[in-house]
């Protein structure tokens, strides 16, 4: 651990070794267990299967949601989580704007949403998803009586009382080693959960309808062109190019293909910025911004492809087992690495650059044809799979 590691720790291990353990879930089942998972939109999602591995060890204790408030859509309906409480922490999440060292001081002494949560009385267990000093700090001035962290990411495990390494491992199965670490042995699988309504879905779909009697197949494709990172987004003139390549392949085989982009108010320019660099002969509209983040989860549930950039639509797709196909490139310089965390076995799959210039973001990204070819097996997989039922 480097110096400024340890120094930044060393506040951390003392305030610790003044709130030492005063809960065993190993003897006593614990009356309620705080999940902290304030983070962006993505890592939200890949820890959910941690509330069904915590329900399942302790079907009694009333499990809780701390996550920014913006993450509530993708816990709504979920049946593992009793409660959520907001936490709008100003760390490792790129929705808070400040989030300065004074700020996280600030908010940890000073916010509403903490002093609400230490009114209500301690929790027997918490667990800090992430594994951060802030973290471990407001689990302490919250007074938590069993802390669970992650050592050797960005610190806080000398103020837990368990933890687990933090390796390169992926981020679903990491938080489900933290649900082992209080004993939980029946897991689910290590990928996103959501828990779609039914009038959800019915709006989803009459979205994607469309008629087209004289055509063999309709392919939904599922696009996002935005990303949280910019310098992890593939232009949206390329994603353009690829859509057209990938209606006119489809076009020839005698298929269609009812193209859909989502994302937030902020992905609209970029969307039409692709829908204009497709041209007026490709099937595709947006709805960017005009849906809510619950229906895009059920658009994807009814995609036969979803193409996306590293972000949050890449999860969403993972949580309902649709083919996906992640371009990388940009600041991602390590595609296997990224996959190692953020990837999944089934389902997925990543195109990145062949070749990387050092220092020149903008440069390093795949080819369209690459990744049309991709989209294509996906779609020519399933067609199989139907022709063989």
Not at 4 to 11: A, G, I, M, R, W
Request: aromatic share 6%; glycine share 8%.
């Amino acid at each position: 651990m480097e110096w400024k590691s340890l120094l930044t720790e060393l506040p951390v291990w003392v305030i610790g070794r003044l709130t030492p353990q005063r809960h065993d879930p190993h003897r006593s089942t614990p009356r309620e267990i705080l999940v902290l998972r304030p983070n962006d939109f993505g890592e939200l999602l890949t820890a959910t299967p941690i509330f069904e591995a915590l329900k399942k060890r302790f079907p009694a204790t009333r499990i809780v949601a701390g996550i920014g408030s913006w993450g509530r859509p993708i816990l709504e309906n979920n049946p593992f989580v009793d409660e959520i409480v907001e936490i709008d922490a100003p760390w490792n999440n790129k929705i808070v704007e400040n989030r300065s060292p004074g700020n996280v001081v600030r908010f940890l002494l000073k916010s509403p949403q903490v002093a609400a949560l230490r009114k209500r009385g301690r929790f027997d267990v918490g667990i800090d998803v992430l594994g951060s000093y802030m973290g471990a700090l407001l689990m302490m001035r919250l007074g938590v009586r069993y802390r669970i962290g992650v050592r050797g990411y960005r610190g806080g495990h000398s103020g837990c009382h368990a933890y687990i390494e933090f390796a390169r491992r992926q981020s679903g199965r990491a938080a489900l080693a933290q649900a082992e670490l209080l004993g939980a042995t029946d897991l689910p699988d290590a990928r996103p959960q959501l828990f779609l309504t039914a009038a959800e879905r019915a709006s989803a779909m009459r979205i994607w309808s469309s008629d087209s009697p004289d055509i063999r197949t309709t392919w939904r494709v599922l696009v996002g062109v935005g990303a949280g990172v910019p310098t992890k987004a593939w232009h949206p003139r390329q994603f353009g190019a690829a859509l057209l390549q990938l209606a006119s392949a489809l076009q020839r085989s005698g298929d269609r293909c009812d193209i859909l982009i989502v994302g937030s108010e902020a992905d609209k320019a970029r969307a039409n910025e692709a829908i204009a660099a497709a041209g007026p002969d490709v099937p595709v509209r947006s709805v960017a911004g005009e849906v809510s983040m619950r229906t895009v989860f059920a658009l994807a549930e009814n995609a036969n492809v979803v193409l996306t950039n590293s972000s949050m639509l890449m999860h969403v797709a993972a949580a309902s087992h649709r083919p996906t196909v992640a371009v990388l490139g940009g600041s991602i310089t390590r595609p296997t690495v990224h996959d190692a965390i953020w990837g999944y076995p089934e389902h997925y799959k990543s195109v990145s650059p062949d070749v990387y210039i050092e220092g020149q973001h903008e440069k390093n990204w795949p080819s369209v044809e690459r990744v049309v070819d991709v989209v294509l097996s996906a779609l020519r997989t399933q067609r199989t799979c139907v022709s063989t039922m």
